[in-house]
Structure formats: structure tokens, C-alpha cells
């Protein structure tokens, strides 16, 4: 058969639902193949908008999302997704063309080495020279961007190897079964908790999966251990529960640092150093067991004592059906940075002034989603806000990348959630600056017919910067700039349009936009002025007395 038909039946094989996309020349005879197939193309309107979606359909259902480019500046356009996945542990499929490898009549034009490229960013990456290959290079691909750590994978399809005949086969897709964690490093590590006096319990993105929430819910109701999570953790465990502390939006100075200072042991489910530090390690500090697929990357503040290597979810069973709560276990001051963190964070949940607080509007939004709706978050100052304020009631409800942290990635994520979603209301809460960054792909989500609502938090600037800039004791400078006019931009793709003038006014068109089809933008002026008193003077004051 036709090599580009046999690798549309290898990705069907693999169970591939989507193919999101910016096509060249050198794909054409894919294109063409897709045609007939199964898998539904969906055409971006650039290659990181393609990247991103596919992404996080991989966050959210653990098979590999796919995207497509083209070769050279279709190809460097997708660097930034590459990273984005491979560090926040979601596994994707790029595809990319290229010229003929065999003959080319066009000398250099628009070639770089793209495997060597993605090397560094990758789980796997290949160029296929030979058609007989395609269906195991497919299969060895898929297996290895779901293998933990998920990731990111790549194949390079040149024109002429497409256009080839090729023997009609693929291979048997077949799991594999994580190794459970060794007996005596497990049993190590109940002796640690029962031995500890003030236990805590952290948990990151490597334990969001559906049956180690069950898991670790269990471990909490049992033992009564207290826990916060990373950003990527938050809604493991149901945030309401009395034992929940908060989220380590920040890496010190905060409330729920002030626990992990107190604590003498750590137990540490799901974190990497990738994500950004919730706590900082120091030589005769406490204590940490780290419990993940795989073994702690050494880092100078990141050195657990042990190392609980395998499957998580088997790890946390066996602990909780082996550990007896202790007596000695002391949680009072745990349960007072409670009540601490629940006064501080409601504090401005009702304040109407407008411009909008970030902290009212993570109140309005918790108060108007319900459980199973979902948030997705670009990259800005207002994501620590939704981090330690939000509660999540659900894992993947909110969604927000704390591994590249790139900006771009919040309108194309809620894009996938709305498609994987269709039942659920979706919110895409991005800084005007992020947004900028793909927001060609409005008009994606207007011709897919997705119901969407986008907050664009407008403050003309780029805020995180200048709130560090601000931190840092330097003037300000060099971070302010010009927007269009949002509402008519909406209006130009398809998309409805708003801007509030007050608090009152934001609610009626909020209430209207999650309650109507169809994608709406809406311009809400947002107020940063607190987040330097509040996050770097006052909450450092305040933890210091605690």
C-alpha cells in the first residue's frame, strides 16, 4: 500500500481520534490520506495553537495527542509545545514533513536538521527512511510518549518515503505494566512517617491519575496527615477536605510554607524538580521520602532521604493498609495555618472595586462553575492567585502549566477541553499579553462551533514581570504597551464581544457568556496594584508571626 496510507493505519491502529495541524507541501500525500480515514483533522492557525491542543489532549486522556507540521519554520513552531509537553509530563505526537530525502531538487531550501532539534526536547525522535518502517517506528513512538514520565515524541516523514509503496502492516498494540516499588523501600517508608512527628504529605502531577487520587483520598481519611499540593497537583484530592492545607503557588513566604517548615518529614507523591519548587531542601533540614515512577533527580535543594521507585498508586495502597496512626503525631499547628490561610486568601473574595481584583475574580468564577467545570490558565501573575485561591473540587479542573510555563498555551488548551468536554462549561482566564500570543486561534474555536468563554485580564503591561521588576527594587520600565480593541477583535473572527464597567456589570455578562453558545471574549480591566504589598511585604509579615 501507499507508505502515507500505511501511516494513517498505524495511527488509527493506535487509537488516534484527532490530528491538529498546519500543513505544507511535504505533507500533501498525508493529507491526502486523512482524507479517509477515521481520525478527524482539525487545521490551526499556527503550529503552536496545533502543539498546545494536542498537548492537552494528552494531559487530559493519557494517550498521545497528535499535531502535524511542516518542515523548517513549521517545524521550529512547534519547539515551544515540545517543551511544554515533555516537561509537563503529557504525552504528544509530532509529525513533521520534509523534503525528499532521496533526490531533492531544490538544494537547502528551508532545511534544518529537525531531529537533531528536537533531540534535547524529546522523549524520541526519528526520521523515517525507509516505508517499511513506519508501522514499528509508530508503535516504539506511542509506547515511549506514554511510558512514565510521559512526554513528547517526534518523526520526521519526508515527501518521497510518503509516496512510496510499502507493505501493509502494524503491530499489535500492547500495554505495560509499571514495576511495583520495592518491599523494603516501602516498608522503610512507613517506619519514617510512624516515626515522624509532624508528617506532611505533598502531592504533584505525577499523582494525577484517576485511581492514585482514590489512593491517596484513602491515605488522608486514614492516617489524618495534613497535605498541600503543587500548581500541577491541585484537585487530587478534593480541596475541601478538612486536611487540605493549600497550594505552594510561591516557593517561600507563604502560609502554607510556614507548615512545611514546621514539618519534620515530607512525603513527597508525584512531585519532580521540573515543576517549580514548592519547598526548598537544606543538609540537616527535614526529612523527604520521595515516591514517584521514577528516582529524584539530584538537585541542591531537592535530595530526598529515600526513594520509593514504581507505581504510585500500588506504593500509597501498600503504605496505607501497613501504617498505624500514631499517637505521638502532632497537627495543631497544622490545623492553625488552617484557619490562617482560609481568612488571608477570603479577604478581598467580596471587594467590587474596578478594575477588577484577581482575587475577586477567582471568587466569582468558584462561585458560578460547578464542580466538573473547567478553568484553563495562560501564563501570569494572576496564575498564583488562581493557585493558592481556587478551590478545585476536581483533578484537571483547573489546568495550568507550571513546568515551562510558557505563555500562548491558555486559549488552545481550553480549545481541547471544550472538545473533549462538550457538556461542561470551559473559562480561559489569560493575561493580554498571552493571549496576544496565539490569539489567531479564535477563529479555530469560531469555526469549530466550540462554546467558550475567554477572560482576558487587561492591564496593558506585562504584570508578572513588572511585579518582579517591582520586587526587585528596580524603576519601572521597559514592560508597558498598547492593545487592540478586544471586543471588535472578537467581533471580526465570529466571537461576541464584551467589556464590563463594574462588578455588577462583569457578573450579568459572565452569567450571560457560560450561558449562551457560542465563543465569547470578554475585556475585564484587572487591578494588580495589591500583588506587591500583599505577595512580597504583608504575607512574608504575616508568616513570620505564625
Known amino acids: 500500500m501507499k507508505a502515507s496510507d500505511l501511516f494513517v493505519k498505524a495511527l488509527e491502529n493506535e487509537g488516534v ?40 489532549y494528552g494531559r487530559l486522556t493519557g494517550k498521545p495527542g497528535v499535531c502535524m507540521a511542516t518542515l523548517g519554520p513549521g517545524a521550529t513552531n512547534l519547539v515551544t509545545p515540545a517543551a511544554y509537553a515533555q516537561l509537563g509530563g503529557m504525552p504528544m505526537m509530532m509529525i513533521t514533513g520534509q523534503k525528499p530525502i532521496k533526490k531533492s531538487k531544490q538544494a537547502r531550501f528551508q532545511i534544518i536538521d529537525v531531529v537533531d532539534m528536537m533531540r534535547p526536547i524529546t522523549k524520541y525522535t526519528k526520521q523515517i527512511v525507509n516505508s517499511n518502517n513506519i508501522a514499528s517506528q509508530i508503535r516504539e513512538a506511542f509506547r515511549i510518549a506514554i511510558e512514565e514520565k510521559p512526554g513528547a515524541v517526534h518523526l520526521e516523514f519526508p515527501e518521497d518515503i510518503a509516496q512510496e509503496e510499502c507493505d501493509d ?7 505495560h505494566i509499571i514495576p511495583k516499588p520495592d518491599d523494603k523501600a516501602t516498608d522503610q517508608a512507613i517506619k519514617m512517617i510512624q516515626d515522624a512527628k509532624m508528617p506532611l504529605l505533598l502531592i504533584g502531577a505525577g499523582a494525577n491519575r484517576k485511581i492514585t487520587c482514590d489512593a491517596l483520598k484513602s491515605f488522608v481519611d486514614q492516617t489524618g496527615i495534613f497535605f498541600f499540593n503543587t500548581q500541577m497537583g491541585k ?44 519547598f526548598f531542601m537544606k543538609q540537616g533540614g527535614k526529612k523527604v521520602i520521595h515516591i514517584n515512577f521514577s528516582p529524584a533527580e539530584v538537585d541542591p ?53 474596578f478594575p ?15 464542580s466538573e467545570d473547567f ?28 513546568a515551562l510555563a510558557s505563555m500562548g498555551a491558555g486559549l488552545p488548551s481550553a480549545m481541547m477541553v471544550k472538545i473533549l468536554n462538550p457538556e461542561k462549561r470551559v473559562v480561559s482566564v ?24 475567554v477572560i482576558i485580564l487587561n492591564d496593558s503591561a506585562y504584570g508578572m514581570i513588572k511585579w518582579k521588576q517591582e520586587d526587585m527594587g528596580f524603576e519601572d520600565f521597559g514592560l508597558d504597551y498598547k492593545n487592540p480593541d478586544f471586543v471588535k477583535y472578537a467581533e471580526s473572527y465570529g466571537a461576541n464581544g464584551y467589556r464590563p464597567e463594574s462588578d455588577g456589570d462583569f457578573q450579568k455578562i459572565l452569567d450571560h457568556c457560560l450561558n449562551t453558545d457560542g465563543v465569547h471574549l470578554i475585556d475585564l480591566p484587572v487591578d494588580y496594584s495589591l500583588n506587591h504589598p500583599i505577595l512580597n511585604v504583608m504575607l512574608k509579615e504575616k508568616v513570620d508571626k505564625l
Open 17 to 56: 481520534e484527532y490530528i491538529f495541524a498546519v500543513p505544507g507541501e511535504e505533507n500533501l500525500d498525508l493529507l491526502q490520506s486523512l482524507k479517509n480515514s477515521s481520525i478527524k483533522l482539525i487545521l490551526n492557525r499556527h503550529e503552536q495553537g496545533a502543539g498546545f491542543m494536542a498537548a492537552t
Open 169 to 175: 502492516n502494524v503491530f499489535e498494540v500492547t500495554g
Open 235 to 278: 484537585g487530587v484530592i478534593d480541596e475541601r477536605h478538612p486536611q487540605y492545607l493549600g497550594t505552594a503557588a510561591l516557593s517561600s513566604n507563604d502560609f502554607v510554607h510556614a507548615a512545611i517548615e514546621a514539618a519534620d518529614l515530607i512525603i513527597n507523591v508525584g512531585h519532580d524538580v521540573i515543576e517549580k519548587p514548592p
Open 301 to 353: 535543594v531537592y535530595f530526598p532521604q529515600l526513594n520509593v521507585v514504581g507505581d504510585i498508586t500500588n506504593a500509597i495502597k501498600k503504605i496505607t493498609s501497613n501504617i498505624a496512626k500514631q499517637s505521638h503525631w502532632e497537627f495543631e499547628f497544622f490545623e492553625k495555618v488552617k484557619k490562617e490561610v482560609a481568612g488571608h486568601l477570603s479577604k478581598y473574595f467580596e471587594d467590587e472595586r
Open 356 to 370: 477588577t481584583l484577581p482575587q475577586r475574580l477567582v471568587n466569582i468564577l468558584r462561585n458560578k462553575l460547578a
Open 375 to 402: 478553568i484553563t490558565l495562560d501564563n501570569g501573575v494572576y496564575k498564583l492567585w488562581f493557585a493558592r485561591n481556587y478551590v478545585c473540587h476536581q483533578p484537571n479542573t483547573l489546568l495550568l502549566d507550571n
Open 430 to 453: 489569560c493575561g493580554d499579553g498571552g493571549f496576544m500570543m496565539n490569539s489567531q486561534e479564535m477563529e479555530t474555536a469560531v469555526r469549530l462551533g466550540l462554546n467558550l468563554t
